[in-house]
C-alpha cells in the first residue's frame, strides 16, 4: 500500500490493518497469516487462563518476526448479587433440554484474573497491548509503558478517548456503533455512546494528539479510504475476518456471517450481560423480549450462565443459540484466506484513493 502513517512506520507495519482481537475467533494461525501478509494480527486473551496466554504467545512468536498484540478486558468490579437469578435459569432450560444439556445453574464469579493474564500478557513478550472497558489501574499501565513498545485503549466516545490519553495510551481505537461484539463503552451509558464511525473518528481526530485506530463498520478498501481521509493510522477489522478460512469460529457462524444483512444485527444483552452488537436469532430474540423480568444477569454472570449453550450449539452446528457477533457491514463479508482478504483490502484502499485523486 502506497498510503504510510505514522504508526505503520512505528510498529514495521506494511499495511494499516490490524485484525481485531476477537475471543475464540482469532486463532494463533489467524494472527499469525495477518502478520505475515503485513498487517498487525492480534490474540484475544481475556477468556484464556494465563498458561493458554503464555502458549499462544509462545507459538505465535515460532511463527512470525512480525509484530504482533494480545488483548485483554479491563479488570472489572464484581458483579452484583443477581436478585432473580431463577428467572434466568428458567430461561435457558428449554434450550438445554434442546442441545441434550442438564438444566443449567446459577455460575459463581471467582474473579477475572485480570493481574495474572497480564504478567503472562508481558511474559508472552508482544510489543502491542491493547484493552478496553476501561483503563488498567494507574500501576498497571506504569508496568505497560515499561514493558510494552505501544499500548492502545477502547474509546466510544471523545471524552473516553481525552481519558485514555491522560492515562498515557500510545493511541486510541475509536469504536463507532457500528463495531461487532462488546462496546468498550466505560465513561458514559450504553446508549448515550453510541456514536457512528463516520461521526466519531474526526472528532477525536481534533481532540488528542496520539494516533487514532478507526473500529466498526469497515469490511472493504472503500471503509478503509474513509478511515485514513478522516484522520485515522489505522483501521481495526473484526467481522471482515470472521469468514476467514483461519478463523476459530464455527461454520454456522461464517455462513449467518454471509447470509446476514446490513439490519440483521442488534445491540443485546442477552449473552454476556454486556450490551455487544450481534446477528439476530432465536436465543436473542427471546432472551430480550423477557428482559424486563430479571431474565438477564449482570457481565460476566450472564457470559458464563449461557457459556454451556453456546458451545453445545457449535459443537451441533446450531446457530439459533450462537452468540453471532458481528458489525453492521456484514453483507461485504467474503469467504477466503487472511493472506486473500488484507491482499483485496490493499488493492482496494490504493484503488480507492486513487479515483479521489
Not at 488498567?136 to 478517548?161: C, H, I, N, W, Y
Not at 462496546?183 to 456514536?195: D, H, K, L, N, S
Amino acid at each position: 500500500m502506497r498510503f504510510r502513517t505514522a504508526l505503520m512506520e512505528g510498529l514495521g507495519l506494511d499495511h494499516p490493518i490490524i485484525l481485531a482481537p476477537m475471543g475464540g475467533a482469532t486463532t494463533v494461525d489467524l494472527a499469525v497469516a495477518a502478520c505475515e501478509a503485513g498487517a498487525l494480527g492480534f490474540l484475544a486473551s481475556a477468556y484464556l487462563t494465563p498458561e493458554q496466554i503464555r502458549e499462544e504467545s509462545r507459538q505465535l512468536k515460532a511463527r512470525t518476526s512480525r509484530a504482533f498484540g494480545n488483548n485483554l478486558f479491563v479488570s472489572q468490579p464484581p458483579p452484583a448479587e443477581p436478585s432473580n437469578a431463577g428467572v434466568a435459569l428458567d430461561r435457558l432450560t428449554a434450550f438445554h433440554a434442546e442441545l441434550g444439556l442438564p438444566p443449567p445453574s446459577l455460575p459463581t464469579f471467582t474473579g477475572d484474573q485480570f493481574d495474572e493474564k497480564l504478567a503472562a500478557v508481558l511474559d508472552g513478550g508482544a510489543p502491542v497491548f491493547s484493552f478496553t472497558f476501561g483503563i488498567p489501574s494507574p500501576a498497571a499501565m506504569q508496568v505497560l509503558k515499561a514493558r510494552v513498545r505501544f499500548v492502545m485503549g477502547t474509546a466510544t466516545t471523545v471524552d473516553e478517548a481525552i481519558a485514555l490519553e491522560r492515562a498515557g495510551v500510545d493511541a486510541v481505537i475509536a469504536q463507532g456503533s457500528e463495531a461487532g461484539a462488546h462496546r468498550g463503552t466505560f465513561g458514559a451509558a450504553f446508549e448515550a455512546a453510541m456514536i457512528g464511525t463516520m461521526a466519531l473518528v474526526p472528532q477525536v481526530v481534533d481532540a488528542v494528539k496520539v494516533p487514532l485506530v478507526a473500529s466498526g463498520g469497515i469490511m472493504d478498501g472503500r471503509g478503509i479510504a474513509a478511515a485514513l481521509a478522516l484522520g485515522a493510522s489505522a483501521v481495526q477489522m473484526g467481522t471482515a475476518f470472521l469468514t476467514c478460512d483461519e478463523a476459530g469460529i464455527a461454520e454456522v457462524y461464517k455462513d449467518a456471517i454471509l447470509k446476514a444483512d446490513e439490519h440483521d444485527t442488534r445491540v443485546t444483552r442477552a449473552f454476556s450481560g454486556r450490551p455487544a452488537r450481534g446477528i439476530v436469532n432465536r436465543a436473542m430474540e427471546e432472551i430480550d423480549a423477557a428482559a424486563d423480568d430479571g431474565s438477564i444477569l449482570p457481565y460476566p454472570l450472564q457470559n458464563m450462565l449461557t457459556r454451556p449453550m453456546r458451545n453445545a450449539a457449535a459443537k451441533l452446528g446450531r446457530a439459533e443459540y450462537l452468540s453471532l457477533w458481528a458489525g453492521q457491514g456484514v453483507r461485504l463479508a467474503r469467504r477466503q484466506s487472511a493472506k486473500e482478504l488484507i491482499a483485496r483490502l490493499v488493492n482496494e484502499t490504493d484503488a480507492a484513493i486513487a479515483r479521489l485523486r
